[in-house]
Structure formats: structure tokens, C-alpha cells
């Protein structure tokens, strides 16, 4: 079983949404093929690859059912749906091994952590105009109040609240020896906003067989909306570009004073979040000369846990830490694209003449005209993280002909700046585009210089030289077939040898889920 890790992705759509993903069967391959992922998407956010295959679905082993019937177990999920999945290069290992996928002896990965102790949950509400979405039940002699009527698509259904979970408290306060009323009451009172710690069966009999008391330090935070923030910089010349302060009236260490450029900046530090930890050490309780000497102690690279105003009241009112966040991502195999972005090595610039090099610290006006195969890149984003770039360039495609190349940070688009914006905002300016893209763009290494030098990156910047025309009429454009493309314009993330499909054979099909 030596390298077999299939993960288990949950994933929740709302109504009239989709997962963000073809399920396929295609000629001379094996399984159920993960294709055509929606770019920001709910399957491509939590990870999903082209490719992978699927395994089961909410725990039923459908590797050796039929396309159809794999379908309608999707289907019949409802808006919440577990799948296991397998790479494809794992998928193909353990055929060829002869492997036994319906009982696999490796422990599964959830979302990149593996998932040996289930751990309960944080749901964090707020209140709609129609409530909440959920009922509260007790069972006469039975201990416990649990979740039921979770309506589909309701505000209970995206926290993660499921039919059964126990709840055990509430903004905090534990209430599993509280009766029917005192919950509703409390829930009642709490507002528009609450914080519910809850466990499904599986998580309580699990601490219940180990006779341990569950609370929020063994939660998981990933149901929660807000995320801390984790920010990597590296000194500059003049330091880090921003100022530490306590503030009057509020505990703790707030950030302040940001230069302009500087290494705070471009980590997406924020003016008034406020600092959780310095390398992974809480600083709650600290002095501010402690913490400045803890910044100092880490050299010339330092990680920051931070939290915004609302990231903070959020955790605040379930009274638990963010270092919950940061304890859970340092537990786990970090998605790929966020593993790829955080160690990409800096590009070694060969050595060349003073002239040579200005020139070379100029960004690239990119315009591509969508063809039907869509514009051929895949956007990056990493949750967290301002900032968003390219990757995946089709060779031949519209992307590469206009001049984009893996790795390109995204500037502006269609002649909005979007450094600041989040990998949602741009998906939505491309996908207004139309069927034209203009993007302004700049190679890391060049961005990471202008923005030392405290340059703003504009098309004043650019040069004749640095001026891509895309080639639209004249450009020869690779044949694909657009069955196997998805119906998302900038959604190109590689190349893939066509399938049955382009021929309605009944060896290949496709359903968009």
C-alpha cells in the first residue's frame, strides 16, 4: 500500500450552484476522472485535481459502480457531498499492484490532514432574514441536545452544521448538561451572530471510547468563514515596514504605520490587525518590548500569525485562540498550489550589465482574445494571502501567445489594480471580461524588485519592448476539443489528449457537478 493517500474532501454548494467539477469516464482509462475543475470553485478550492479519481462518495465505494450510478450518489447527496479521492498517478500504481481500494490499510487524508482522530467542529452563523436554517432537539431520557431540520442551503447548512451533530456549547459556554430551553434561550439572546462547538457521531463515540472531555482546543477551524492570516517576510533595507503599538482601551499588539512597498505590505499585513504569534509563539500576555525582541530574534525572515478586527471578534465569541488556526496548518500537508507558492525559490538573475537589467524591471501588457478553448492559464490564489498568479500556461494557447508565463504575479486587470484583491474579486473581473482579457503582469522576480524600490507598478512602466500583442487571426491555435473544456472562460489549466467524447462514443462521458 506504500504510497497510497487518498484524501477526503468535503464539499458544500448553494442552491443553483455547483460543486465545480465534470465527473467523467473516458475511453482507455480506469475509474471515475475528476475534469474541467471551475477556476475558484468549490471542488478546485478544496483542492481537487484534474484527474484524480474518485473513490467513494459520503462513504459508499463507487470505484466499481457504473458512471450513472456514481451520479445520482452525487446527486442524491444533496449540498453537502464526502468524496475519497486518489491521484492519478496513485489510482494507476494501485491498479497495476493489484491493490484492493475498497479496503484501504493506510489512513486517509482530509483535505491534505490525515484524519486518524476526527476532531469536533466550529460553526460560526450569522443570522439571515429567514433565521438560522436548523431545529434543536432532545430526546426525553436521553442526554444531549442535537442539531436536525438543517435546510438545505441555509446559513446552518454553509457553517457545516449536519442532521445528528450534539452540540456541546455555545459562544463558549458548554451546555451539555443544559436543558431544551436554556439552549434556545441562549441562542436567543446571543443576537445576530453565533459560535456553536459541535461533534457528529462518529467524533463522540470516538473520545467517549477514550473516555477524554471534548472541547474547542481539539476542534478543527475549517468550517470558519474568517481565517487568521499567515504572513512570511523578509527584511529589507529599511526593515519591515511597519510599526508595533498597543492601543488605548484594547489588549494586545496591533499592527500600524505600513510603508508603502515595503516587506509588511507585500505580505498583506493590514493597519490594526493584531499580532497572535511570532514563529509560531503566541505573544498574548506579552510586553511590547517582549515582542519587538521576539521579531528581532527571528534574523532577517519572520512569520506573523495575525487577525483582522472581524477575524478576531469572530474567535473572540467562540472564547477560543487563533493559534487554533495556526496549529492546524502547521498539522497538515498543505495543499498543493499553497506548498508550491510558499517554497518556489527566488530566481537567480544571471549576471548582467546595469543598462540591461532597468530594462529588464519593467511589467508585461498582456491582451489575449478568448478562442474555444477559453484563454488556456490556470489563477492562482492562496487562501490568506493577497496576491494572485499564473500558472498552468497552455502551450500554443491564447495565454502564451499574449505573453504569460507560470509564475507571472497578476497586477492589473482589464486596467484595474487587484494586488489587494481577493482571489474571488479577480475571478469575477475575468469572467465579466467578455472575450477579450487585457492583464498587466510581472515576472515574481522583476515584481519583487519594483516593489523594494518602492515603485508602483503601471502601465507607465511599460516600454515598447515590454508591450505583448497577442496574436489572434494570423496565430495557428492548437485544436482542442471543447466537450472536454469547461464552461468557464479562464478555466484552461493544461494540456489533456482528447477523449471519446469528441466523438459521442458511449466509452466516454461527462456530468458537471
Known amino acids: 500500500m506504500a504510497g497510497y493517500k487518498p484524501k477526503v474532501i468535503s464539499l458544500t454548494k448553494r442552491p443553483g450552484q455547483t460543486f465545480g467539477f465534470y465527473l467523467r469516464v473516458e475511453h482507455g482509462e480506469e475509474g471515475h476522472l475528476i475534469r474541467c475543475l471551475e477556476m475558484g470553485g468549490p471542488a478546485e478550492l478544496a483542492g481537487m ?8 462518495v459520503n462513504g459508499t465505494f463507487v470505484d466499481e459502480l457504473s458512471h450513472s450510478q456514481v451520479v445520482d450518489t452525487v446527486r442524491n447527496g444533496g449540498a453537502s457531498v464526502t468524496f475519497h479521492i486518489l491521484d492519478e498517478a496513485s489510482y494507476k500504481q494501485a491498479k497495476a499492484q493489484g491493490v484492493n481500494l475498497s479496503n484501504p490499510q493506510t489512513s486517509p487524508v482530509a483535505n491534505g490532514v490525515a484524519t486518524q482522530v476526527p476532531k469536533p467542529k466550529l460553526c460560526y ?15 426525553k431520557g436521553e442526554q444531549g441536545l ?17 442532521v445528528n451533530d450534539r452540540l456541546l456549547e455555545i459562544n463558549g459556554e458548554n451546555m451539555e ?42 476542534a478543527t477551524a475549517k468550517y470558519l468563514p474568517r481565517k487568521p492570516r499567515i504572513s512570511n517576510m523578509t527584511k529589507g533595507p529599511d526593515g519591515y515596514g511597519f510599526l508595533l ?3 488605548p482601551n484594547q489588549t494586545g499588539h496591533f499592527i500600524k504605520n505600513i510603508d508603502r512597498g515595503s516587506p509588511a505590505e507585500r505580505a498583506c499585513l493590514k493597519d490594526m490587525d493584531r499580532l497572535v504569534a511570532v514563529e509560531g509563539k503566541e505573544v498574548e500576555g506579552f510586553s511590547h518590548e517582549q515582542v519587538v525582541d521576539r521579531i528581532k530574534q527571528s534574523g532577517n525572515k519572520c512569520c506573523l500569525l495575525v487577525v483582522d478586527k472581524d477575524t478576531d471578534q469572530m474567535y473572540k465569541q ?6 487554533l488556526f495556526w496549529e492546524e496548518m502547521r498539522d497538515a500537508n498543505s495543499p498543493p498550489s499553497y506548498k508550491e507558492a510558499m517554497s518556489i525559490p527566488a530566481p537567480v538573475q544571471p549576471s548582467t550589465p546595469v543598462q540591461e537589467r532597468e530594462e529588464e524591471l519593467k511589467p508585461k501588457l498582456c491582451k489575449m482574445e478568448k478562442t474555444s478553448a477559453g484563454y488556456g492559464f490556470h489563477l492562482n490564489g492562496i487562501q490568506g494571502v493577497c496576491g494572485q498568479y499564473i500558472k498552468e500556461v497552455v502551450k500554443g494557447g491564447a495565454a502564451e501567445r499574449a505573453g504569460l508565463e507560470d509564475d507571472d504575479i497578476v497586477v492589473e486587470v482589464n486596467g484595474l489594480n487587484v494586488e489587494q484583491s481577493s482571489h474571488e474579486e479577480v475571478v469575477a473581473i475575468i469572467r465579466r471580461s467578455g472575450s477579450s482579457l487585457e492583464m498587466l503582469v510581472a515576472k515574481k522576480s522583476v515584481y519583487d524588485q519594483l516593489k523594494a524600490k518602492g515603485v508602483t507598478i503601471t502601465r507607465l512602466l511599460l516600454g515598447e519592448t515590454s508591450y505583448v500583442q497577442v496574436h489572434t487571426a494570423e496565430a495557428p491555435e492548437e485544436r482542442h476539443h471543447e466537450e472536454d473544456r469547461p464552461e468557464i472562460t479562464t478555466e484552461i489549466s493544461r494540456e489533456r489528449t482528447p477523449t471519446q467524447s469528441s466523438s459521442l462514443s458511449q466509452e466516454s462521458f461527462d456530468e458537471r457537478l
Open 146 to 162: 442535537f442539531m436536525t431540520e438543517v435546510i438545505p442551503g441555509s446559513v446552518a447548512d454553509r457553517a457545516g452544521i449536519k
Open 49 to 56: 485535481k484534474d484527474g484524480d479519481r474518485v473513490l467513494r
Open 318 to 323: 467562540g472564547k477560543v485562540s487563533p493559534m
Open 245 to 247: 503599538r498597543e492601543e
Open 177 to 218: 448538561d443544559s436543558t431544551h430551553e436554556q439552549a434556545v434561550d441562549k441562542i436567543k439572546l446571543a443576537g445576530g451572530s453565533i459560535m456553536f462547538l459541535l461533534v457528529d457521531d462518529e467524533t463522540d463515540r470516538y473520545y467517549q471510547n477514550k473516555r477524554m472531555k471534548i472541547g474547542a482546543w481539539l
Open 125 to 139: 452563523l450569522v443570522k439571515s432574514s429567514s433565521g438560522y436554517g436548523f431545529s434543536l432537539r432532545s430526546v
